[in-house]
């Protein structure tokens, strides 16, 4: 497995910091550096979610990427200390969108990202902009649960989802090649729908 950075996109939550952990132990397996993307979303919700709060939305903006700043600074002197080189950087716009495109853009080869649900059905699955990123992105994004009770970060098992319908043999040969550095077993999972 050759992978050189890890994109971990976060949204400040705890899950995206539990998410955070596998990057890091992902980076100490493979060399890899690990860059983290925050994306302050732009669009009219956030607007009219900021209005709601009765915030003022560039007074919020800037709140965000001061504290999102902060973190990345005390972050990246945690990973100095382990060996691990890291960058943050901060964008505006789509999530989704942009996590997509800075992945491209900068050769990542895993995007890590916490579950956080916000909608009815992502909360009990994935979160809505992981899924979207997951459904989207051509680079393999590694989903993770904040798990209260695991004191210590591995991967032992990978479910490959795997449809017939689509050509799905990369996502099988990454997860080999995933589980050939961690350890971990493999199981592809086809769901047959017999309706």
Request: with cysteine.
């Amino acid at each position: 497995m050759n992978i050189k950075n890890i994109l971990w996109a976060t949204d400040g939550s705890e899950e995206a910091g539990h998410a955070l952990q596998y990057a890091k132990y992902l980076a100490g397996l493979t060399d890899a550096s690990i860059t983290g993307l925050h994306v302050v979303p732009t669009s009219v919700g956030s607007l009219v979610d900021s209005l709601r709060k009765n915030k003022d939305f560039k007074a919020w903006i800037d709140g965000v990427e001061e504290s999102t700043a902060n973190s990345f600074e005390r972050i990246g002197k945690e990973m100095e200390k382990s060996g691990i080189k890291f960058d943050g950087v901060m964008l505006r716009g789509v999530p989704e969108a942009k996590i997509r495109e800075f992945a491209e853009k900068t050769g990542s080869g895993l995007i890590v990202m916490g579950k956080h649900g916000h909608g009815f059905i992502e909360s009990f699955i994935v979160g809505k902009e992981t899924i979207k990123v997951m459904r989207n992105s051509q680079i393999p994004v590694l989903s993770v649960k904040d798990d209260k009770k695991k004191k210590s970060v591995s991967i032992k098992h990978i479910v490959v989802p795997i449809d017939f319908y689509e050509c799905n043999e990369s996502a099988l040969l990454y997860s080999m090649d995933l589980a050939a550095v961690t350890g971990a077993a493999v199981t592809a999972l086809y769901a047959l729908n017999l309706d």
